[in-house]
T-cell receptor, first 114, second 115 residues
C-alpha cells in the first residue's frame, strides 16, 4: 500500500533556530517527492520537487534531501522565522496511468515562537 | 488567471442538499486535480482530469460525488444529498501538462460545512 509518514506530528521551536522534518514513504512506482507549506486556512504552496536522481534541493532557507534507497526525505529549515509557522506536507508521486498520483503525508505542524 | 481560483470560498449547507464547487485552473494548464482535506487530516485524492482523456475518478468516495470539466478549463465538483461527513476543505490544483515533475499549484480551497 502506498503510504507517506511524517514525523514529528508537531514541533515548537524558537525563532532563529533550525529544525528538520522527516518523511518516510512506501510508494511505487516512485516518480518524485515534493514538500509543500500550508498556512492555516490556505492552499498548499510548493517548496521543492525532487526526482529519483536528486538527493538535495534548496529553496531559500528550506533544504530538502532525498535518499531513494532508504525511501526517506527530510526538510531542513534554517534560521526559522515566525512566518515559517505552518504545516509542512511531504507528497510522493506515483507515476500511475501516465500521470502523477499524489500521496500526501499528514503533515508536520510547525510553530515558531518569538 | 494568476492562480487557481475556487468558489465559493465558504459554503454552509443543510444535510441532504446538493452543492456545486467551482475551480478555475491556471490558464493553459491541462491537468486538474480535486482533493479533500478533513479537519486535521492529510489531503485525499478525489479526481484527476488531463486534457481530453477520460478522468481518473478512482478517488471519489461515493456515487454522490461527481465532477466535470467543460472545455478543458473550468471544473465543477458536485456533491448530491450532502452528509455531515462531507464537511471538509475541497482543494483544486492544476499543472501545466501533467508531466511528472510539473509544479502543481493549489487553490485556496472551498470550505464546506454540512449542518
Amino acid at each position: 500500500k502506498n503510504q507517506v509518514e511524517q514525523s514529528p506530528q508537531s514541533l515548537i521551536i524558537l525563532e532563529g533556530k533550525n529544525c528538520t522534518l522527516q518523511c518516510n514513504y512506501t510508494v511505487s512506482p516512485f516518480s518524485n517527492l515534493r514538500w509543500y507549506k500550508q498556512d492555516t486556512g490556505r492552499g498548499p504552496v510548493s517548496l521543492t520537487i525532487m526526482t529519483f536522481s536528486e538527493n538535495t534541493k534548496s529553496n531559500g532557507r528550506y533544504t530538502a534531501t532525498l535518499d531513494a534507497d532508504t525511501k526517506q526525505s527530510s526538510l531542513h529549515i534554517t534560521a526559522s522565522q515566525l512566518s515559517d509557522s505552518a504545516s509542512y506536507i511531504c507528497v510522493v508521486s506515483a507515476l500511475t496511468g501516465g500521470y502523477n498520483k499524489l500521496i500526501f503525508g499528514a503533515g508536520t505542524r510547525l510553530a515558531v515562537h518569538p | 488567471g494568476a492562480g487557481v481560483s475556487q468558489s465559493p470560498s465558504n459554503k454552509v449547507t443543510e444535510k441532504g442538499k446538493d452543492v456545486e464547487l467551482r475551480c478555475d485552473p491556471i490558464s493553459g494548464h491541462t491537468a486538474l486535480y480535486w482533493y479533500r482535506q478533513s479537519l486535521g487530516q492529510g489531503l485525499e485524492f478525489l479526481i484527476y482530469f488531463q486534457g481530453n482523456s477520460a478522468p481518473d475518478k478512482s478517488g471519489l468516495p461515493s456515487d454522490r460525488f461527481s465532477a466535470e470539466r467543460t472545455g478543458g478549463s473550468v471544473s465543477t465538483l458536485t456533491i448530491q444529498r450532502t452528509q455531515q461527513e462531507d464537511s471538509a476543505v475541497y482543494l483544486c490544483a492544476s499543472s501545466q501538462g501533467g508531466f511528472p515533475a510539473d509544479t502543481i499549484y493549489f487553490g485556496e480551497g472551498s470550505w464546506l460545512t454540512v449542518v
